[in-house]
């Protein structure tokens, strides 16, 4: 059991993993942008061109994963990480619409608009959205969920990792819903719970879902035990 967690406003919250000692094959290259201050992006480039992307939060703990793709059998796949904040407060706020609309507009814009333009522009990547993804764990798993819903035409998948419960599937959900693959641990109720709300509404609504139970808590090593598995699933080969 990994036991590397942070509590949070919304639950136990991971915290970036030590450095690794061993390098990836793929290259990390960071940015910092102007938005809030400076806000770092962090981007794993495969070493084949990608054949297809996968935007993040959490990207100081996200883009690093690019290893795990390297030892799957899944297409050259890109990672973009845009950061999180060190106050917890602030990131759930940014992450999940429903505490502080004005701040997750803003950090939805630096998301959807700068980074996908930075990254075209950097690294001449502009994927369809039937290979483009967007992916979160526990108040990233929100951001997820609602960054995917709000723009199925960039997003074709949406892969969400043991969500939080600040945002919960709409009344009505839209007509156009990105394929959704969501996991949580059989150790964490509380956030099995908001992953089997969410599959149980988009099911309801007609989306393609998967999800996943596993044995293990919040912040375990099955989140990324499960990733090639999302990117598998997604874009297959």
Do not use: C
């Not at 061109?49 to 795990?68: M, T, Y």
């Not at 959807?112 to 522009?121: G, H, Q």
């Amino acid at each position: 059991m990994d036991d590397r967690t942070a509590v949070g406003a919304n639950g136990p919250e991971p915290a970036p993993e030590p450095a690794r000692a061993d390098p990836i094959a793929g290259e990390l290259v960071t940015e910092t942008f102007e938005y809030d201050g400076g806000r770092e992006v962090t981007v794993y480039v495969p070493l084949d061109p990608p054949e297809a992307v996968v935007f993040a939060g959490d990207g100081q703990l996200i883009s690093p994963w690019g290893e795990l793709l390297e030892a799957a059998d899944v297409p050259s796949t890109m990672i973009v990480g845009a950061h999180r904040l060190a106050d917890e407060t602030l990131r759930l706020h940014e992450y999940s619409p429903v505490f502080d609309a004005g701040r997750f507009a803003a950090h939805e814009r630096f998301f959807l608009e700068d980074v996908r333009r930075w990254v075209r522009s950097r690294f001449g990547v502009a994927l369809p959205a039937e290979r483009t993804a967007v992916f979160g764990v526990s108040a990233g798993g929100e951001l997820a969920l609602a960054i995917g819903l709000r723009h199925p035409d960039v997003y074709g998948a949406v892969f969400s990792a043991s969500p939080g419960a600040g945002y919960r599937p709409p009344e009505v959900m839209p007509s156009s819903i990105p394929r959704v693959y969501l996991v949580a641990g059989t150790l964490e109720p509380f956030f099995l719970e908001n992953a089997t709300r969410w599959a149980t509404a988009l099911r309801g609504a007609g989306a393609d879902v998967v999800i996943t139970e596993r044995v293990g808590s919040h912040g375990d090593a099955f989140w990324k035990e499960e990733f090639p598995l999302m990117v598998a699933w997604a874009f297959g080969r």
